[in-house]
């Protein structure tokens, strides 16, 4: 099932049937100027009608972007950017500009479509054709709101909320990814254009998954997104970013920032299924994605859990970390990073131990095909505070053809003698008796293929809300198309 | 059915099916013997498709068709089977759902629609019951940590399932128990009618007596060195390899 058309039946399960079809206005295409300085920045706080302080805080953030080097750690290869050479800020195409119908759109991602079984209209919206019927998304979202909102949840636009909930966004924005924690952080906290904003207040349970998917204009925001997760006391949330459909941008130059928030005994499951535009097979275009993820676990008892499946974009750099703050705190991290041709993946994960008797764990795969390169970077830090703390680290990979790499860097730093850290980690090739096993029962190489590494990534998988689950393994075998024979 | 000429293939560089010839025809059930490195499972693997195989010279003609220039796919769903003599094991693969994906690229290749999921359930259910196996066997992953006689009888399990007209068993006999050898004998002989044809590979004669093979051939150094009916695996159980070997 397609992301909207399962949160469409939460709607309905919900009790609305009341969706309808709408008309999207036309709206003329708003750009800031090209290029990054302060006229930037005030151009798309001014665009959003902004109150003055978080204006300052964008102005700020830029000051310390300007002075922070590029990261370097990581081992891809990232052409020089000059960031004088983007758009910072567009508001939605207008019609006139956008592709007529599917026939303008690339027929590889219609076919992927296809596969994924997603419907006509949907694709549509996905490839930005101009519909000028479409889920009326602003009724969506309000009868779905009502609903939450009669549990206290909070679920919008951060641009709404730094208008509507200024204390909350005050109090959290930036308090666990600090705007000086690298440039690409820096960055965001000065442009960010648009994201998600979630509360939940004391004691409640969020009834549904809450998605981005909610808001369909979402699609256009993705270039610098900003979330923010807030689970009060006691309270639960699992939130789905993403969708399985490779989605097209404009925009190369991607860095979103995500911060999530659990006070005593809340739990946060995050996940995401990434599939950006990664380029042809020789690597042209193709999405940089630079995405700054951490969770704090603030209370005792708390527990966050972030799953991703990343098979798009050129070049992913991404490490969602959890800072285990609370006494009894618990993080995890389960991953999927699949490149083939020429992308290139950094990714994994930071679990920082301060308070006592923390856990955390971490599964990655990592699967390279082509002339891909994959890497799995992750720190495990335990602070000489938090005894009896303990993590497991296991990240397998696989490599398909000999021509890709698969790298692992764990670093491992502990102050404390009564932890215990546990780090398994293997490499290996595609079994080909096992890919003979499967093709004498009938498989062809491309199902087989995605058989083996379906069942390689199972342990990851498993952790992803159901319906999610079966179109991230669809989404697996159609990565991995054209990595064998 | 199966028509293999002179058939000559090498793994490696070094020849090891030296002019094999072979001819089964719908129907029939042949048994295949011959001491340990003879080139049994090599014939097998050559005539399934595996890589790294290079056919020297001679020829494989399969219902009518040149089975050496199709895929490993397009021979499995044509109707080639071949139960493995160690079948391999896929971690995270539910066994059921390699069952389903089996039956549906078979489907698929028919033009056929996939199995409806309830009909599945049933067939599975009814199949491996004849072969008592049970059903949380199926819900764990494909022969991960399966006992020997539990991935042989797998192998039978999907060769019913997927009905060939011609299935391979690659001593599917060994590794099983005395009961478990009757079961998956039953499960085959059930399986045997007058359109479908078996080569099955052994060392023992006690399989013979449950299957009871139309013909006997005994392989040496990748030559079929004797054939004949049940009673030259009769001779063989008695004499050996080396004496039968001396009066071809
Ligand atoms: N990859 C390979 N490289 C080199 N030699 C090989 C390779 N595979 C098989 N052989 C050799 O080919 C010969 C035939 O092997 P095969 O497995 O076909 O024997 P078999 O008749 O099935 O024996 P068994 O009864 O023990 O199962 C053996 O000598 C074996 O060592
Ligand atoms: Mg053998």
Not at chain 2, 79 to 96: D, N
Request: charged residues 25%; glycine residues 6%.
């Amino acid at each position: 099932m397609a992301a909207t058309e399962q949160t469409i039946k939460q709607v309905n399960n919900l009790g609305s049937n009341d969706y309808k079809y709408g008309f999207s206005t036309e709206i003329d295409d708003i750009k800031s100027p090209k290029g990054l300085n302060e006229d930037t920045v005030k151009f798309i706080s001014a665009q959003k009608n902004e109150p003055e302080w978080m204006l300052e805080w964008r102005l700020n953030a830029f000051k310390v972007f300007n002075k922070l080097p590029e990261p370097n750690w990581a081992k891809l290869n990232i052409p020089k950017i000059n960031f004088q050479d983007y758009y910072y800020y567009s508001s939605p195409k207008s019609l006139k500009d956008k592709p007529k119908s599917l026939d303008e759109i690339d027929p590889d991602i219609l076919k992927t479509y296809e596969k994924l079984g997603i419907p006509l209209q949907e694709q549509k919206l996905l490839s930005g054709v101009a519909v000028d019927a479409v889920f009326d998304s602003v009724s969506v979202a309000t009868t779905y709101k009502k609903q939450l909102s009669d549990l206290g949840i909070i679920f919008c636009s951060i641009s709404e909320a730094i208008k509507t909930y200024p204390d909350l966004i005050k109090k959290y924005l930036g308090s666990v990814i600090p705007v000086s924690d690298h440039s690409f952080a820096a960055l965001n906290s000065a442009v960010f254009t648009d994201g998600s904003f979630v509360y939940i207040p004391e004691g409640v349970r969020c009834p549904v998954e809450l998605s981005t998917y909610f808001r369909i204009n979402a699609i256009n925001t993705g270039q610098f997104e900003r979330t923010l997760i807030v689970a009060d006391k006691d309270s639960y949330v699992s939130y789905l970013e993403g969708c399985t459909a490779p989605m097209r941008d404009e925009n190369q130059l991607h860095a979103a920032n995500v911060e999530l928030i659990a006070l005593e005994n809340a739990e946060i499951k995050y996940s995401t299924v990434q599939n950006w535009y990664p380029g042809d097979s020789e690597g042209k275009g193709g999405i940089y994605n630079f995405v700054t993820k951490r969770g704090a676990c603030r209370g005792n008892n708390s527990k966050i859990s972030w799953t991703q499946v990343e098979t798009g974009s050129a070049i992913t750099w991404k490490y969602p970390s959890c800072i285990l703050q609370g006494d009894n705190s618990k993080g995890e991290f389960y991953s999927v990073a699949i490149t083939n041709n020429r992308q290139q993946a950094d990714t994994g994960t930071k679990m920082i131990h301060i308070g006592k008797n923390t856990s955390s764990k971490i599964i990655s795969k990592g699967i390279s095909a082509g002339y891909a390169n994959n890497t799995y970077r992750g720190l495990v830090n335990i602070h000489s505070k938090a005894s009896k703390s303990r993590n497991f680290t296991q990240c397998d990979s696989l490599l398909i053809g000999n021509k890709c790499g698969a790298h692992t860097v764990p670093y491992i730093e502990s102050s404390n003698s009564d932890s215990m850290i546990e780090h398994e980690a293997t490499t290996s090739k595609i079994n080909e008796d096992q890919l003979f096993y499967c093709m004498q029962r009938g498989l062809n190489s491309e199902d087989a293929v995605g058989l083996i590494v379906n069942g390689f990534c199972k342990e990851v998988l498993q952790h992803l809300p159901m319906e999610f689950a079966v179109e991230a393994q669809k989404l697996v075998a159609i990565s991995l198309e054209g990595s064998v024979g | 059915m199966l028509n293999i000429k002179d058939l000559k293939a090498s793994i490696e560089d070094k020849q090891i099916i030296k002019g094999l010839d072979l001819s089964i025809n719908k129907g029939e059930v042949h048994a295949l013997m011959g001491p340990n490195g003879s080139g049994k499972s090599t014939l097998s693997y050559v005539l399934s498709g595996k890589e790294g195989y290079e056919i020297d010279s001679g020829s494989v003609d399969f219902k009518g068709k040149n089975l050496l220039e199709l895929d490993v796919d397009e021979r499995s769903n044509e109707g080639l089977f071949l139960a493995f003599q160690y079948p391999m094991e896929i971690p995270g693969v539910q066994t059921s759902f390699f069952l389903k994906t089996a039956i549906n690229a078979k489907r698929k290749y028919q033009g056929l629609e996939e199995i409806d999921a309830l009909e599945f359930a049933k067939l599975v259910k009814s199949k491996a019951e004849e072969l008592s196996i049970s059903p949380d066997m199926l819900k764990r992953d494909l022969n991960v940590n399966y006992s020997g006689g539990e991935k042989k009888k797998q192998e039978i399990l999907q060769m019913s399932l997927l009905n060939p007209e011609m299935a391979i068993l690659d001593e599917t006999d060994s590794g099983l128990d005395i009961d478990a050898l009757k079961i998956v004998s039953e499960g085959v002989n059930k399986l045997r009618n007058e359109n479908n044809s078996f080569l099955v590979i052994t060392h023992y004669q006690r399989l013979l007596n449950y299957i009871k093979p139309d013909f006997v051939h005994i392989i040496a150094d990748g030559k079929i060195v004797k054939s004949g009916n049940f009673s030259l695996a009769l001779e063989l159980e008695e004499k050996g390899y080396e004496e039968i070997s001396k009066t071809a």
